[in-house]
């Protein structure tokens, strides 16, 4: 696909930018300790003073958010009210088709991005200045749903291509199916919806309430990182979460103390892999605990083992013999072949062969070898941002597969095939 051409003042991410938009986060929370400024991510929030254990970091009045409802079916009457209110804060009425889609059944990302895409063409909007300045240009946008189809392969792992080429064949049919023919005038062209979806997809909150599951895009609240262990969370406050009820606040709130200087962030999923970050965000975090080496559907574990592992490990992490069919973690596998006795100790030498022989067929299959790979990355300065994210997911999965068959070749010893 082509990347589409940015709209008339959309932010690039750089300091200037960065300038703006504290400006305008300064006008609407002057009481807010957030310093935004460029990361290793290209963009973050920091302290800029020390923050004291459970503070209101953000408090955004709901009234100013986009709420739709994730509710597959039926009418969440509580994001209807939120959508009126959003209105009549703002002196606006949505067109009736834009209002009917929004509380249709229309897929949350879909909604939302065809509400953002209507707002930035209106006159008056007290966020518009902000979303301006907070929206990178498509370049500089590095989810996959941009990517283009030379560059979704050089992932060069199967698996995952083809689960980037249905996200992009999804958002094809949402097009087809919700903006075609209806919104073209608010949305523009499939390469303008896929760059909305990419932010949409990227940048909103899902909420559980008494009255409904919210899907939110809140502004100022989609700036900071993600980071496994976080120094700060996130909460929708509000009294009776009623179907009438508008007064309540998006808030941010910091759950340690936070010294002056350092990042402020919050945590984007506790079960979130590199994939999912790589898919939907556009980069990756060394050491991941959530990632795993799968090895499909084959029949790894011997049958005593497998009722044991099921049994005995159930620990949330690793699920017994179901979940060792597909994926591995060095600790689990450790345990299980530790618990091996003389009858089963061949049967275990035997899953361990395999287990080996697929680690050296999954990285023999690779265009690229690890180290040509980390060369590319230390020396290619002409990598786009997208690129150089895809080739560090693919370097970080091959280092996790060598490090598997390096451990593999530990449990079996002498017995190591070469």
């Not at 990227?202 to 993600?226: K, W, Y």
């Not at 035997?350 to 050296?360: F, G, P, S, V, Y």
């Amino acid at each position: 696909m082509t990347a589409p051409a940015p709209a008339s003042g959309l932010g690039m991410g750089g300091k200037t930018t960065c300038s703006e938009i504290q400006r305008i986060l300064d006008h609407h929370q002057p009481q807010t300790p957030l310093l935004v400024k460029v990361s290793e991510r290209g963009r973050g929030t920091y302290a800029r003073r020390n923050v004291r254990k459970g503070e209101v970091l953000l408090s955004i009045p709901l009234q100013d958010a986009l709420a739709v409802s994730r509710l597959e079916r039926g009418i969440n009457r509580y994001a209807v009210t939120l959508q009126h209110e959003w209105q009549t804060v703002n002196g606006t009425r949505f067109p009736w088709k834009l209002g009917a889609a929004l509380q249709r059944g229309t897929p949350p990302s879909v909604a939302l991005a065809l509400w953002l895409s209507w707002m930035m063409k209106m006159d008056r909007m007290p966020f518009r200045a902000y979303y301006e300045a907070s929206l990178p240009n498509p370049d500089m946008l590095t989810s996959l749903l941009l990517a283009t189809k030379a560059e979704v392969v050089e992932i060069q792992f199967e698996e995952e291509i083809q689960d980037a080429l249905a996200m992009h064949e999804w958002v094809h049919r949402a097009y087809v199916w919700n903006i075609r023919g209806q919104f073209e005038e608010e949305v523009g062209d499939l390469n303008q919806f896929t760059y909305m979806m990419a932010l949409t997809m990227s940048r909103s909150f899902g909420i559980d309430t008494p009255r409904g599951p919210l899907a939110l895009t809140v502004p100022f609240c989609d700036l900071s990182n993600h980071d496994f262990v976080p120094n700060c969370g996130f909460q929708l406050k509000a009294d009776g979460l009623g179907c009438d009820d508008t007064s309540g606040f998006f808030q941010f709130i910091s759950n340690q103390e936070i010294a002056q200087g350092a990042e402020v962030t919050i945590s984007y999923g506790d079960q979130v892999t590199n994939w999912k970050l790589l898919k939907h965000y556009g980069f990756t975090l060394e050491g991941n605990p959530n990632d795993t080496v799968h090895f499909g559907y084959l029949d790894l574990l011997p049958a005593k083992m497998a009722r044991h592992g099921r049994n005995v490990y159930d620990d949330g992490v690793a699920r017994g013999f179901e979940y060792l069919q597909h994926c591995y973690k060095e600790g689990v596998i450790a345990s299980l072949f530790a618990s091996g006795n003389n009858e089963t100790h061949q049967e275990w030498q035997d899953t361990a062969q395999k287990l080996h022989a697929q680690c050296n067929a999954m990285l023999g299959r690779m265009p690229t070898d690890l180290e040509e790979d980390e060369t590319m990355l230390a020396t290619d300065d002409l990598l786009s941002p997208r690129l150089r994210s895809i080739v560090k997911y693919r370097a970080q999965k091959k280092r996790r597969i060598a490090s598997c068959r390096a451990f593999l070749e530990k449990l079996l010893g002498n017995s190591a095939v070469p």
